[in-house]
């Protein structure tokens, strides 16, 4: 009897999402990040490394292919997730890893969209890519805006109008940082729309 037990332990281990040896999760953020994973099965075999950086300026986590990546074919390319380790509201820091769970699903999503938004580029386009959003307001609004979309595709809406609302609508967050999700990211309503056009039934002649 103990010893099938410890079989099924083994299995159970084996299959589990959160030791996938592809996804590298640190442990206190473990539960958010498995359950945004869940909606992006195309990323199963794809290595991902989330880590807690210091400070991330801007921002409060980024999504980039590792330097390595650009030697790589499309396929075996690495990608690293970084997560600021805390953030402030009214001058006062706060953990990220403490930040609702649902809030964190919705910014972890949003991050894998990134990552979906990534795969099919080339070593190329991806150099050029990343050249333009340092240099180029016009060109963050399109890729923030397509990470949100490739999140909403994935059946991801309600996390991400969760974080917004938690951003936009939570008085004592920094007004600079409010008026940057408006201008670069997905509105409510337009996440609301393309929801709508996603649900569409297609029509058949």
């Known amino acids: 009897m ?48 989330i880590k807690f950086k210091k400070h991330i300026k801007k921002s409060t986590m980024q999504a980039r292919p590792t330097f390595g990546s650009f030697f790589r074919s499309k396929k075996k ?37 990134h990552i979906m938004d990534y795969q099919d580029r080339s070593n190329l386009n991806l150099i050029w890519f990343g050249i333009n959003y340092l ?28 974080t917004k609302d938690f951003i936009l609508n939570h008085a004592q967050i920094n007004t600079a940082y409010k008026e940057r999700i408006k201008r670069y990211y997905l509105s409510p309503e337009e996440i609301m729309e393309l929801v709508k056009q996603r649900d569409m039934p297609l029509q058949t002649d």
Not at 92 to 106: M, V
């Open 2 to 49: 103990v010893l099938m037990k410890r079989f099924i332990l083994i299995i159970l281990i084996c299959i589990s999402p959160t030791m996938s040896a592809q996804h590298t999760i640190p442990q206190s953020i473990e539960q958010e990040v498995v359950k945004a994973l869940t909606y992006y099965p195309e990323l199963d075999s794809t290595v991902i490394k």
């Open 77 to 113: 390319r690495r990608y690293i997730i970084l997560i600021s380790e805390s953030f402030k509201i009214s001058d006062k820091e706060f953990k990220t890893k403490n930040i609702p769970s649902d809030i964190l699903i919705g910014w972890i999503g949003h991050e894998l969209g």
């Open 135 to 162: 240099l180029s307001d016009n060109h963050i609004v399109e890729a923030e805006r397509a990470a949100d979309t490739f999140a909403v595709a994935h059946g991801m809406e309600d996390y991400i109008l969760k």
